[in-house]
């Protein structure tokens, strides 16, 4: 099972853990586990890998750089990750078997090292030219910053990678680089290379407010192909709602959505979407913002995250499509309260919840049940 826990910051202790008994969640009210590659169109899926790296090396040991990335596997088929040295190639197998709408852990190639995404089941990562096996395989300049997103998307002799830069230098204008956060407002990155069917575009708007809403980085753009517009939203979350070009007061039918972001003021979170309008998917990742890191980050922030890590394991555990699970992923975190969720800075270990804590965390999520319109029969109600 790929278990879907966030880092919202470099200093965060990912608990594996915890992804265990955060099924007693999803299952106390009588649910089955479910595959996590479970989704209907117009759902969003945040399915975040947390398993441990393959530890099988093609040479011999190395040292991480200060360079991280993630892949989120948008193609047809699976794929494994490497690590490779640069001069003298020597390539570390990282995760294998990345799934379709699978997303990976963060893994760190060696100092001036790259980053390799290779079909699965491929033998040769030292290939050095002709290596059709080859996906993405990519080096970071300074100026591009230590995290990276990296959106595998195509297929067949079409497929490719974006590369996202969650902390760049800023400045350079490239579409690689996302937005600053905005200690006044929530931000939304939306990346659309992996969405068909939308060759002119799409208008954004967001449940609740009224019109088409513009980016706040780029002048008269239009969500699709390898732009990324950031959005702003108030409060703690927004239900993004994606709408035909030619809608421009966005008072249409939404041909996507609502996916709902959460964090608030100070963060960032990337909505990356794919499928085609009218059968749309989006894959949900907080970026990593060190400034929110360790004791400065405020209850907002740390909320946000447990919202995140909650409904994540609610849509991997029980099958709740992943906006309803945002949902009721707020009752739970509220009614368990932060003070319990969180050891300092840190996520519990949800093995360690007392008996009490378990039954206030099923209570809330069955009365979430109805106001967030999960199906019953996914808990046995």
């Known amino acids: 099972m790929k278990a879907s826990l966030m880092r919202a910051s470099t200093q965060q202790v990912v608990r594996v853990a915890a992804v265990a008994s955060l099924a007693i969640l999803a299952i106390a009210c009588g649910g089955s586990e479910k595959s996590d590659d479970a989704g209907t169109a117009n759902t969003a899926t945040d399915t975040v890998a947390d398993s441990t790296p393959d530890d099988t090396v093609v040479g011999g040991d190395f040292t991480a750089g200060g360079v991280q990335y993630r892949a989120v596997n948008l193609l047809n088929e699976p794929v494994d990750l490497y690590v490779r040295t640069q001069g003298l190639v020597e390539a570390f197998l990282v995760e294998a078997g990345l799934a379709p709408g699978e997303v990976s852990d963060f893994h760190a190639p060696p100092v001036d090292g790259t980053f390799l995404v290779v079909e699965a089941g491929a033998d040769d990562a030292t290939c050095v030219a002709t290596c059709p096996h080859f996906i993405a395989n990519l080096t970071a300049f300074p100026t591009d910053g230590p995290n990276h997103t990296v959106v595998l998307h195509g297929g067949g002799d ?26 006044a407002t929530g931000l939304v990155v939306v990346t659309a290379i992996a969405l068909t069917d939308a060759d002119f575009g799409l208008q954004l708007g967001i449940e609740g407010v009224a019109g088409c809403q513009l980016p706040t980085n780029l002048s008269n753009v239009l969500v699709g192909g390898n732009q990324t517009p950031a959005f702003a939203y108030s409060g703690n979350e927004a239900s993004i709602l994606l709408y035909e070009n030619q809608d421009r007061e966005c008072t249409g039918e939404p041909v996507g959505g609502p996916f709902t972001v959460a964090g608030g003021a100070g963060t960032r979170n990337h909505l990356i979407l794919h499928g085609s309008p009218g059968a749309m998917q989006a894959v949900i990742l907080p970026m990593i913002d060190e400034g929110t890191a360790g004791g400065d980050r405020s209850d907002e922030e740390r909320r946000a995250e447990a919202i995140v890590f909650v409904s994540d394991s609610l849509t991997a555990e029980a099958g709740i499509p992943s906006d309803q699970a945002t949902c009721a992923a707020g009752y739970v975190v509220d009614a368990l309260g932060l003070d319990v969720i969180f050891n300092g800075d ?5 093995d360690g919840l007392p008996t009490a804590a378990q039954d206030i965390a099923s209570n809330a999520l069955a009365l979430a049940v109805t106001p967030c319109g999960i199906d019953p029969a996914l808990l046995g109600l």
């Open 346 to 350: 840190d996520l519990v270990d949800f």
């Open 158 to 183: 079409q497929r490719g990678s974006f590369d996202l830069w969650e902390s760049a230098d800023g400045g350079s204008g490239n579409a690689n680089e996302m937005a600053a956060a905005d200690p």
